[in-house]
């Protein structure tokens, strides 16, 4: 099977390579560049060695300019690196005439991701998903290396008439892709089915959306008391979680935490994870987590929105929560954000300051998409009342005969199944 195993890259010494172009500002390359090494080292890897040069346009040959490949090959003899990563991606001639020149590894962006992925993917959905985003990276990159796709038996009927090895590797790998894209149907219908199970609840469904490393898993757990793994690095969790909880109102919910966004996050790979971020199009509302503490956060918050709209969930009810405000130097910047986007929050998850606040704007959010209504049911109707209480926020309970009278606040899709009983109610 091609890539069954992550590129090994564990404590390997690496060389990132960076090129400012005409209209990029060096602050965002140097930004790019040290999320890069965030990157390497979420792989397992060191970086020794950081390059910039600033170009007109990236060179078809090399990315960067012969001259500069040639100075970089000889610092990577000098630092015995094992690995040279550039920040955007290669084409299949770039890639080859690199690693000739260099005589290491040579790695790109959408490479390095790809990688991390496949280490941190545990459920069999995760690793169909990045197997599949793998294949479509490498397809246009095959060469004639690819022999071990072709079938094991060899001989007659194993190719067509002239059809090149390289012909018959990239028809492996479509049938692979075709394969797995059936497979990854079925992990969507079975996921649907889960989606069907948790809606006859009807519970609210809230989607952790954020950069990665702003703290949406640190966040999960404080609103849900769970221990759901978080850690200081990119990428630290990959499956998607849900958890139910309770609100300070009694009503409950389902949280889901998602993988975080990144700048140049390859489209295949975004395609690829499509069945997981399902969980995004059919939330409710949209918990926008950024990390305030960091100095280019804007430009993180755009580029989560650019996912979003690839998710064309853009039109999505959103609460934007400004995170790790214990991190932030300057207070004034929390002042400012809270008034340039209406209806935020600033919070610090790890520590729990502002969670109050979040609460409360969740609930305002959830009651306004909810209505108050007043049932009169039979009490031998126990299956309606468990209905209301388990969809539903019960204000008050009364008995009178052999009714009972409950008022409470539920979803329009309660109300609607429910609505002989209120007008039963209006007239009583």
């Known amino acids: 099977m091609l890539l069954e195993k992550a590129i ?12 400012e172009c005409p209209g990029e500002s060096r602050w965002d390359l140097t930004d790019s560049l040290r999320e890069l090494a965030q990157l390497v080292k979420s792989a397992g890897g060191t970086v020794f060695h950081q390059a910039i040069q600033k170009l007109p346009a990236p060179t078809a040959p090399f990315y960067i300019g012969k001259g500069k490949a040639e100075e970089l090959a000889k610092i990577t003899k000098e630092l015995e690196l094992g690995t040279v990563v550039f920040d955007d991606e290669l084409t299949p001639a770039q890639g080859r005439n690199l690693e000739r020149m260099f005589g290491c590894k040579v790695l790109d962006r959408t490479q390095l991701i790809l990688d991390i992925f496949a280490q941190r993917a545990k459920t069999r959905e995760g690793k169909l998903q990045i197997e599949l985003a793998q294949l479509k990276y490498l397809l246009p990159r095959l060469t004639r290396m690819w022999t071990h796709l072709s079938r094991q038996s060899g001989g007659i009927g194993t190719r067509g008439p002239g059809e090149t090895q390289l012909e018959v590797d990239r028809r492996r790998v ?33 989607a952790l959306v954020g950069y990665t490393n702003a703290g949406k898993s640190t966040l999960l757990n ?6 759901v793994f978080a850690a200081d690095q990119l990428f630290a969790t990959l499956d998607p979680t849900t958890r139910k909880t309770t609100l300070p109102n009694k009503q409950s919910l389902l949280l889901s935490d998602t993988v975080g966004f990144l700048q140049k996050l390859p489209t295949h790979l975004v395609e690829s994870f499509k069945a997981t971020l399902e969980e995004v199009k059919e939330a409710d509302i949209l ?12 430009n993180q918050m755009k580029a989560v929105h ?14 934007t929560v400004f995170n790790k405000i214990d991190a932030v130097e300057n207070p004034g910047l929390v002042e400012r954000c809270l008034i340039q986007y209406p209806q935020s929050v600033a919070i610090s998850a790890a520590t729990g300051v502002g969670m109050d606040q ?17 049932f009169r049911i039979p009490q ?13 926020q019960v204000l008050e309970t009364t008995y009178r005969g052999n009714y009972i009278h409950i008022k409470s606040i539920v979803s329009e899709k309660v109300a609607g199944r429910l609505k002989e009983y209120i007008k039963a109610a209006a007239k009583k």
């Open 358 to 374: 979040l609460f409360q704007e969740i609930v305002s959010r959830l009651r306004a998409r909810r209505q108050e209504v007043s």
């Open 174 to 206: 479509q049938e692979k892709i075709t394969k797995l894209l059936k497979e990854l149907v079925e992990v969507r219908r079975h996921r649907g089915i889960q989606r069907e199970g948790r809606q006859r609840h009807e519970w609210p469904m809230i």
């Open 222 to 227: 404080s609103l849900t008391k769970s221990e």
């Open 306 to 319: 650019d996912v979003l709209g690839q998710l064309e969930c853009s039109g999505k009810e959103m609460i």
């Open 8 to 19: 090994p890259v564990s404590q390997e010494r690496a060389m990132l390579v960076g090129v």
């Open 380 to 392: 031998e109707e126990a299956s309606l009342i468990s209905e209301i209480y388990r969809g539903g």
């Open 287 to 298: 918990l926008h987590v950024v990390d305030l503490s960091h100095p280019l956060f804007e």
